[in-house]
């Protein structure tokens, strides 16, 4: 069984920036793609971004040019790094791993 542990989350004022991370325990294999994504309040969970371990990554439209997806698919690591965060952006963000197992989730609240 996999399991998915995402930390970095918390409070952040309008226009700040988080770095949220992903480790996954060791399972014997290595991943194909590791990605992240989030759930608004009253909302469906949403795509974000995902990377290979080619390295080559991909992003929804609303968050490319202000969301980076980095890691180390090998060491089953993956991060987020999000700037010029909005109050939209308030969510739970959640990790994933070849499509099939989630993280428990860390909450990002971005208010003044």
């Known amino acids: 069984q996999v399991e998915l542990v995402e930390s970095g989350g918390g409070l952040v004022q309008p226009g700040g920036s988080l770095k949220l991370s992903c480790v996954a325990s060791e399972s014997g294999f290595t991943p194909y793609i590791m990605a992240w994504y989030r759930q608004a309040p009253g909302k469906e969970r949403e795509f974000l971004a995902d990377?290979?371990?080619?390295?080559?990554?991909n992003y929804a439209d609303s968050v490319k040019d202000r969301f980076t997806i980095s890691g180390d698919i090998g060491k089953k690591m993956v991060y987020l790094q999000m700037n010029s965060l909005e109050p939209q952006d308030t969510a739970v963000y959640y990790c994933?791993?070849?499509?099939?197992?989630w993280g428990k989730g860390t909450l990002v609240t971005v208010s003044s």
């Open positions: 994933n791993q070849d499509f099939r197992y």
């Open positions: 990377i290979r371990g080619h390295g080559v990554a």
